[in-house]
């Protein structure tokens, strides 16, 4: 099993930045892709960026040049460093890893960009 536990969301304002955190425990093994998904009110999860254990990342056109996805493998932990935030980036935030062709998924944090 694997447990993943984010942090970092908040309340912040248009055109500032946030940083958010997933640490990973359990049965973690290398060749896994850890990302983060967001969901918003009314509508689907949807990816926002992931990255592999060897540092390949891609990222959902929306944020492409303002979030950047890194991770510390010796930690288990996956970052997102969120900048030039806009209202419509308020969702909730899902830490996700996969593994073999299972998902795991974080509880989320919330993250709300005020206008």
């Known amino acids: 099993q694997v447990q993943l536990v984010e942090s970092g969301g908040g309340l912040v304002q248009a055109g500032g930045s946030l940083r958010l955190s997933c640490a990973a425990s359990g049965s973690i093994f290398s060749g896994n892709v850890m990302g983060w998904y967001r969901q918003a009110p009314g509508k689907q999860r949807e990816l926002v960026a992931r990255i592999t254990t060897g540092g390949a990342a891609n990222y959902a056109d929306s944020v492409k040049g303002r979030f950047t996805i890194s991770r510390d493998n010796a930690r288990y932990t996956v970052f997102l460093q969120m900048n030039i935030l806009k209202p419509e980036t308020t969702a909730d935030y899902f830490c996700?890893?996969?593994?073999?062709?299972?998902?795991?998924w974080g509880q989320g944090t919330q993250v709300t960009v005020s206008s």
């Open positions: 996700n890893l996969l593994y073999k062709r299972i998902n795991y």
